[in-house]
């Protein structure tokens, strides 16, 4: 991170050029987010979007460093998620720009490349990966979230070279993997020395800046059971049964936990911020067999201020009290940490990178910039936990994201794009380049 004072503020002629550099390329930036969309990057399928973008950074002159996660590099930082897949193809791309000379402030520019899978795709209203655009909103799996976001980082830039300004910082342009599941692609982006003095995140968050979020545990609950044939299911032990159980002792903490909610700031309002998913589950081998064993995935959400550690302690004391529940059987159901391992974190207000993003804002959407809370996970808090960077989660509308015919608003990316490109300009500095770039 650098020590350098604030760049002066852009004239109107400087931000008038760069807004119109946005529009005149709004179509083909539309264009490269479609045969972004094209890909369908699931986990352990990123790697050919990732070449794409590797190759559209490079392109544009970035200095370019694409690696595989390895998990020993990560496996021991507090912020490291479980890993149950292979990272054979978990790639992270990182392009850099780097002025002649810095006078300004650096800048990450990050977002995920993963998605969620699709569901029945007979349920989606088209193919998840035809990037239709109709009534004004880009449809598809991780058009939203947030392949629209990535690619508005990198057309921001090239509206301010195209307005013909040369960025006075550091740009590092970060596309990882692993935020749907772990956040392990972002740690390893900042293990591997990537700082800057703020980032954005354009995740879709209905052109507001997200101001807190919560943790998130991944873990899967395995129960036993005793078979039997169903004429003597009385002297048999139903796993399924016990694993209702199961899931019914995690609903109490869930509830616990939400009566807690006035103790968290940023959370007061928020009925129900904390939320217990039960993602997956299957159990038994037979129809006329009692199931010998049921297994379940859950999305466990935690407040900032709490620790992975802490949480996890209550949600293992939890299931190892449910045993005196008769459908367990006695028996302790199992429980593996499978992915997220995550805290929560809170942007602290009024940093130099919130003001200035505020400014830009209002420029572009000629409206003041709110703030809200999730109860979703979100990448910054690698950032802002582990790195001490400001980071801006600030992204456009969208609609049925991790759902069907998930779609991004195409006015509000435009201005989203906007509000970037004002940003890169004021926060980095400009010079005047010896010509525009297209």
Request: glycine residues 8%.
């Amino acid at each position: 991170m650098t020590d350098v004072t604030m760049p002066p503020a852009l004239s109107e002629d400087n931000t008038r050029r760069i807004l119109a550099a946005v529009d005149a390329h709004f179509d083909t930036q539309l264009e490269f987010t479609q045969d972004l969309v094209r890909f369908p990057s699931l986990r352990e399928q990123e790697h050919t979007a990732q070449d794409f973008l590797y190759e559209a950074m490079r392109a544009r002159g970035f200095s370019m460093d694409r690696w595989k996660i390895d998990v020993k590099d990560i496996e021991s930082h507090p912020g490291f998620g479980p890993v149950t897949v292979s990272y054979e193809n978990a790639f992270n791309v990182v392009g850099t720009y780097r002025p002649v000379q810095q006078t300004g402030r650096s800048l990450i520019l990050n977002g995920h490349i993963d998605v969620v899978p699709t569901g029945p795709q007979d349920m989606w209203s088209r193919s998840p990966w035809d990037p239709a655009i109709v009534d004004g909103w880009m449809y598809g799996r991780g058009s939203a979230d947030m392949k629209a976001g990535l690619v508005a980082n990198l057309f921001a830039y090239d509206a301010v070279r195209a307005a013909g300004f040369a960025p006075a910082a550091p740009i590092y342009f970060q596309s990882v993997v692993e935020e749907e599941c772990t956040g392990n692609g972002a740690l390893a982006a900042l293990l591997r020395g990537y700082q800057a003095d703020a980032v954005i995140i354009p995740e879709p968050e209905e052109n507001m800046l997200v101001r807190a979020n919560v943790g998130v545990l991944w873990f899967k609950v395995r129960v036993q059971g005793h078979p039997t044939h169903t004429r003597e299911m009385g002297n048999g032990f139903n796993a399924i049964d016990a694993a209702y159980a199961a899931i019914e002792a995690l609903r109490r903490v869930e509830t616990k936990w939400n009566g807690e909610h006035h103790c968290h700031r940023h959370f007061e309002h928020l009925d129900h911020p904390i939320n217990f998913n039960i993602g997956k589950i299957e159990g038994g081998d037979w129809p006329s067999t009692v199931p010998p064993w049921c297994e379940f995935d859950v999305r466990a959400a935690i407040y900032p201020g709490t620790t992975a550690d802490e949480a996890r302690a209550q949600i293992d004391a939890c299931l190892e009290e449910a045993v005196s529940d008769p459908r367990l059987g006695g028996t302790a159901p199992k429980v593996t940490y499978t992915g997220f391992y995550a805290e929560g974190y809170v942007l602290e207000e009024g940093s130099a990178a919130e003001n200035t993003l505020r400014d830009c804002h209002k420029i572009a959407f000629q409206s003041d910039l709110e703030s809200f809370t999730t109860p979703g996970y979100l990448d910054a808090r690698v950032f802002v936990i582990y790195g001490n960077m400001p980071t801006l989660v600030y992204g456009p509308k969208s609609l049925d994201i991790h759902g069907f015919d998930e779609r991004v608003h195409i006015e509000s990316l435009r201005l989203i794009t906007k509000t970037i490109a004002l940003f890169i300009a004021q926060w980095c500095g400009v010079s005047e380049s010896d010509a525009p770039q297209a």
